[in-house]
Nanobody, 118 residues
Framework: QVQLVESGGGLVQPGGSLRLSCAVF????????MGWYRQAPGKQRQLVAT??????????NYADFVKGRFTISRDNSKNTMYLQMNSLKPEDTAVYYC?????????WGKGTLVTVSS
């Protein structure tokens, strides 16, 4: 059984920063791919970033629209994944979801809302 719990969302002005956290409960290992997705109102869920393992050897992948602004990381010793979001734009407004993939199994958190508005 795996449970993912996101936190850190909120209201921020354009150009501001937020850090999202995803606490992992259950058997998710460093070799399992984890990621962040987002879903804006009326739109499909889209990939934001993924990370395959923590530490200096971690391999990351970013959607083009967040490259250079967002950074994904994970601390396996704390069973937590992070998404540092800088230079936020109004179009970044969405519910952000944490995902963990174990082969054929996908696990999702309930999401945390990020609103970028002045």
């Amino acid at each position: 059984q795996v449970q993912l719990v996101e936190s850190g969302g909120g209201l921020v002005q354009p150009g501001g920063s937020l850090r999202l956290s995803c606490a992992v409960f259950g058997n998710i290992f460093s070799r399992d791919t984890m990621g962040w997705y987002r879903q804006a109102p009326g739109k499909q869920r889209q990939l934001v970033a993924t990370i395959t393992s923590g530490g200096s050897g971690g391999r990351t992948n970013y959607a083009d629209f967040v490259k250079g602004r967002f950074t994904i990381s994970r601390d396996n010793s704390k069973n937590t994944m992070y998404l540092q979001m800088n230079s936020l734009k109004p179009e970044d407004t969405a519910v952000y979801y944490c995902n963990a993939n174990k082969g054929l199994l996908d696990y999702w958190g309930k999401g945390t809302l990020v609103t970028v508005s002045s």
